[in-house]
């Protein structure tokens, strides 16, 4: 039964592909392209994207892009917002077929004696040129390894993809056949041959180990010792992401997300509320040894984190939630769970990063960078690259925006990235060079600085001594600044103190002078969240030690008055000296009080400024007296008290 008419056009419609939300279509109408919502007062997107008539469209629910063929013999890629991505050059023939594969990394082009296998960018891996007329369909295998084709001679075409490739530090595999991986080690000119019972469908290269999944199984070899892989038998064949950590790996096919240890155990297998795992891809999933995220699809605001090792959410159970759509995450990989950090790029490419771990009650989500295309985390220490705008940049300590926001620039490098051409992505990330594929298949290597990765090495294992030798011999401002905010992370103020001198912040190192000489280890813990800009972390520090003066202070010198009076009513102490410095304050800029709070507790009260410094002063002085001695530190609390 017809349920509607979605478009008329006084032109035929030679080609229809749905959304990857199934909510809009897409048609042609000669050498337009049109995105009709199903919504019937839904704004519709039309564009002209052939310069002849439009004969085939695809539209792929992982990447969320578009193909498009024409009769003026060209293929193009766009993206779902109608801007163009890739345009190929004229070719001999009409392009007569495109179809995406499923996991959206591969597509195929039919064309008069021609078919074309190309990158989801847009360029081309292989070209055949069969004797079979025009290709006028094209269908993919569910596993994407092979399709078929509808051909002008009454003939279906069958192909199979072949020659894909994995790299990791010295290794070099390739899929010579269906059945058969060549790995090559470019150290020594070893060739092993790896031969499978069942053809290949994904494999994956990292860490050590090679995961291959074939129709049935899954192999498991190391890189030490590539004769006897483990093998174990799959619920579906029909694999479609292999995600890597150092501990364990990940296997995503059309029944759910599993998690498996390198022995070949069943670790475990998240779930969440609405979860499709036919749209899943590298972007939209990150594992490390301790977390798994996972970008849900029905809302692309919201991250979902596991533990893998149960299964089960992190923390309180609730998923990371971002103010608009997240397009791709990538989780760190070292350091401890506690300090486990996430990043990730939203719609308007502005890179954040925030901690998986919650602390309080509201999870810090902060910008660091802008414009970002693409990113990858270093495999063996915490440092962050990207390609922003025309610069390939490396955070080489991005938890420096977490310790000191004024740090963070002197912690980056920058490089000049306009040699990379339009679209380039980021494939790797292995001690110190980044792999980068440019938007023609090119690959190009960049080098980064080894010394960071070793700095981050010292630290990691409390070698302060050896990290300030290091800075001392490099020069580099880059490294004492990522040494000034990891010493301040890890609370040694005297590294810190040595770094920040190093890097002309000499404000800083006067108030670190400042914190060391505090005489109580809780005021000195305080002072130093302050330093890092956590107030509120500060406030219940000093709160729980019993240093409700200093508490009351923090606030005063920070202009929060409503918390200070709060503070000190609360705890029925201090309340006269709020109200003189509140006075002071108001005083100096010749303004009267007209905060209702302020007038209520100031009546009656005639408060004598210096009268009132001086009563400060001289319990200040009764403290520090006190507090030199740790043994009488609770006759110090009942002192301030009274």
């Not at 749209?279 to 991250?303: C, F, M, P, W, Y």
């Not at 800075?471 to 490294?479: A, G, M, S, Y």
């Not at 920040?500 to 914190?515: N, R």
Request: glycine letters at 6%; aromatic letters at 10%.
């Amino acid at each position: 039964m017809l349920r509607s008419t979605l478009a008329q056009q006084g032109t035929p419609i030679y080609s229809v592909a749905w959304g990857p939300d199934s909510e809009k279509i897409l048609y042609t109408s000669g050498k337009q392209l049109v995105i009709k919502p199903l919504q019937p007062n839904a704004k519709v997107l039309q564009w002209k994207a052939h310069d002849g008539i439009i004969l085939k469209v695809d539209w792929n629910s992982v990447n969320d892009l578009i193909l498009s063929a024409g009769e003026d013999c060209k293929y193009k890629v766009w993206d779902s917002y109608g801007r163009s991505l890739y345009s190929s050059q004229s070719h001999e023939y009409p392009i007569t077929s495109v179809a995406w594969a499923l996991d959206g990394e591969l597509f195929a082009v039919g064309s008069f004696h021609t078919l074309r296998l190309c990158d989801k960018t847009g360029w081309s891996y292989a070209l055949e040129k069969p004797n079979t007329g025009s290709i006028f369909n094209i269908a993919w295998s569910t596993d994407g390894t092979q399709l078929a084709g509808a051909c002008g001679n009454g003939h279906v075409i069958f192909a199979h993809v072949v020659e894909q490739r994995w790299v990791w530090k010295n290794f070099g595999i390739t899929l010579t056949k269906r059945r058969t991986m060549e790995v090559r080690n470019v150290l020594n000119d070893a060739v092993d041959l790896l031969e499978f019972r069942d053809r290949v469908i994904k494999a994956s290269l990292n860490f050590g180990h090679l995961v291959v999944s074939t129709s049935l199984q899954c192999y498991i070899f190391s890189v030490k010792n590539w004769n006897t892989p483990l093998i174990f038998d799959l619920k579906e064949g029909t694999v479609s992401l292999i995600l890597q950590a150092e501990r364990h790996f990940l296997l995503v096919d059309g029944g759910g997300i599993y998690l498996y240890s390198y022995e070949g155990r069943l670790i475990s297998s998240p779930k969440f509320p609405g979860m499709r795992t036919d749209i899943l891809n590298g972007q939209t999933v990150s594992l490390s040894n301790d977390t798994l995220a996972v970008r849900d699809k029905s809302d692309e605001k919201v991250i979902y984190l596991f533990e893998p090792l149960s299964g089960k959410p992190l923390g309180d159970g609730k998923p990371l939630s971002h103010k608009i759509e997240i397009v791709e995450i990538a989780l760190d990989q070292k350091g401890l769970t506690n300090e486990r950090k996430i990043a990730f790029i939203d719609k308007n490419r502005d890179l954040y990063i925030t901690s998986v771990k919650r602390f309080g009650k509201e999870q810090k989500i902060i910008k660091i960078g802008t414009m970002v295309h693409t990113l990858a985390w270093n495999d063996t220490c915490n440092i962050l690259c990207g390609l922003q705008d025309t610069r390939f940049t490396v955070w080489y300590y991005p938890n420096a925006v977490y310790v000191d926001k004024d740090l963070l620039p002197k912690t980056l490098c920058e490089k000049d990235a306009s040699e990379f051409s339009k679209n380039p992505q980021i494939l790797s990330f292995v001690g110190n060079q980044v792999t980068i594929r440019r938007a023609d298949g090119s690959l190009i290597h960049i080098s980064i600085s080894p010394y960071p990765a070793i700095l981050h090495e010292y630290v990691n294992n409390l070698k302060w001594e050896d990290a300030i030798r290091l800075c001392r011999f490099v020069k580099d401002q880059t490294l004492w600044a990522c040494l000034a905010a990891m010493a301040v992370a890890s609370k040694d103020m005297n590294t810190a103190e040595i770094a920040y001198a190093s890097v002309g912040e000499i404000d800083k190192v006067q108030y670190i002078s400042s914190i060391k000489d505090l005489p109580s280890k809780e005021s000195r813990l305080a002072h130093i969240l302050l330093f890092s800009g956590n107030v509120q972390d500060a406030e219940t520090l000093l709160l729980q030690a019993g240093l409700i003066y200093q508490a009351i202070q923090v606030n005063i010198n920070l202009y929060n008055w409503e918390r200070a009076l709060e503070l000190a009513v609360k705890h029925k102490t201090h309340v006269d000296t709020v109200l003189a410095y509140r006075q002071k304050f108001l005083d100096d800029f010749s303004k009267k009080e007209t905060n209702q709070r302020f007038l209520q507790y100031a009546e009656g009260a005639s408060i004598l400024w210096n009268l009132m410094l001086t009563g400060i002063k001289s319990k200040l002085k009764l403290s520090w007296k006190l507090q030199k001695n740790e043994n009488e530190l609770l006759l110090l609390q009942q002192s301030e008290e009274a």
